[in-house]
C-alpha cells in the first residue's frame, strides 16, 4: 500500500514473468508430464491413422508460338476476319498456354475428363491405398463394394452417390498450377493416396487438355477457311483476294499443325515423375506441434492461477 496525501492507493501489482508460470507448471510437474504423454500417445496414434499422401509434378512449355500480324492490310480485313473467326494480331491472339491453364482449373473439363476415366469412385469413395497389392482401400461407410451403392449421408441437394460437378472439385483441390510469366514454363502437380494414379493423371490431363485444344482448333479453322474460301470466290478485289489467300494459307497451316501434333498447346519437358517418399503428412510434425498446442494450453492456466493469486495477496 502507498500513502500519499492522506489517500490510500493500491500499489500496482508486478507483472508475472515466465518464472512464476514455470514454478507454478513445476508445482504440477507431474501432471504436466503425464498430460504430455497422452497427448504424445493420442497424436502419435492420429498421425499414424492419417493416409500417406504421394505428390508428382510435370513441367511443361508452349508449344505454339504468336505470329505476327498482317501490318496495314490486316487492320484493313480486321471486320471479315472476325466473321471468319481469325485473329489476324498476334495481341488479340489467345495464348495456348493460358488457355490450357484455364481449362485445367475448369469444372467442366476436370467433370469430362473424370467421367472418360470413370475416376468419380477413387475421388470420393477412397480412405486408403495398399503398397503390398497396389490397390486402393475403399471407404465402406461410403461406398459399398458389394452391391455398388453409395451409402454417403449428405446433405440435400447432393445425393448418396455424388455428381460429376463435385468430383471435378474435389480433384480440383489435388492440382496445383504454376506458370513462369517471363519464359511461359508451367508446372502442374497433383497430390494422391497412389503414386501411380498420381502420374498417371496427370500425364493423362496433359493429353486431354492438348487434345481439347487442338479439337477447338480444328474445328475453328474448318468453319473458318469454309468462310474464306466463299468470300474469295465472291469477290473481284485484288488486294481483298490476296489478304483471304493469306489467311487462307495460315488457317491451312494451323490445321495441319493441329492433325499432325499431339502435344499441341503444351509440350512435356520432364515427365510426371513415379513418386517414391510420401509428400505428407510429418507425422513427427504433427505431434510436436500437438505437444506445443497443449504445453501452451497448460501455460495459459498456469498465468491464470498465478495471476488469481497475486490479485489474492493484494
Request: hydrophobic share 45%; net charge neutral.
Amino acid at each position: 500500500m502507498v500513502v500519499k496525501d492522506n489517500a490510500t492507493v493500491d500499489a500496482p501489482a508486478s507483472p508475472l514473468g515466465f518464472s512464476e508460470i514455470f514454478a507454478q507448471l513445476w508445482q504440477y510437474k507431474k501432471s504436466v508430464a503425464c498430460i504430455l504423454i497422452l497427448t504424445a500417445a493420442v497424436s502419435s496414434w492420429f498421425a499414424l491413422q492419417m493416409p500417406n499422401i504421394y505428390r508428382t509434378t510435370s513441367v511443361l512449355a508452349p508449344a505454339t508460338e504468336k505470329k505476327a500480324g498482317l501490318g496495314g492490310l490486316g487492320s484493313q480485313l480486321g471486320g471479315l476476319a472476325s466473321l471468319a473467326g481469325v485473329n489476324l494480331s498476334a495481341a488479340g491472339a489467345i495464348d495456348k498456354t493460358d488457355l490450357a491453364i484455364e481449362l485445367l482449373k475448369s469444372k467442366a473439363f476436370l467433370a469430362a475428363f473424370i467421367q472418360k476415366n470413370q475416376l468419380v469412385l477413387p475421388l470420393m469413395a477412397t480412405k486408403n491405398w495398399n503398397m503390398t497389392t497396389d490397390q486402393l482401400v475403399l471407404d465402406e461407410d461410403i461406398y459399398d463394394a458389394a452391391t455398388k451403392t453409395w451409402l454417403r449421408d449428405v446433405p440435400p441437394p447432393r445425393k448418396p452417390e455424388p455428381s460429376l460437378t463435385e468430383a471435378a472439385e474435389v480433384l480440383s483441390e489435388l492440382i496445383e498450377l504454376n506458370k513462369d510469366k517471363t519464359t511461359g514454363i508451367v508446372k502442374i502437380s497433383l497430390e494422391y493416396l497412389s503414386p501411380k494414379l498420381a502420374q498417371q493423371w496427370v500425364q493423362d490431363l496433359v493429353k486431354a487438355v492438348n487434345a481439347e485444344i487442338r479439337t477447338r482448333d480444328i474445328q475453328e479453322s474448318e468453319n473458318s477457311l469454309r468462310y474464306l474460301n466463299e468470300q474469295l470466290a465472291q469477290t473481284q478485289i485484288t488486294e481483298l483476294r490476296s489478304a483471304l489467300v493469306q489467311l487462307i494459307e495460315d488457317q491451312t497451316k494451323t490445321l495441319m499443325l493441329a492433325n499432325i501434333r499431339e502435344e499441341y498447346a503444351l509440350k512435356v519437358v520432364d515427365p510426371a515423375f513415379l513418386p517414391e517418399e510420401k509428400f505428407k503428412p510429418r507425422r513427427s510434425a504433427v505431434v510436436l506441434l500437438s505437444m506445443f498446442g497443449v504445453m501452451l494450453f497448460l501455460s495459459m492456466i498456469a498465468y491464470l492461477r498465478c495471476l488469481k493469486k497475486q490479485q489474492k495477496q493484494l
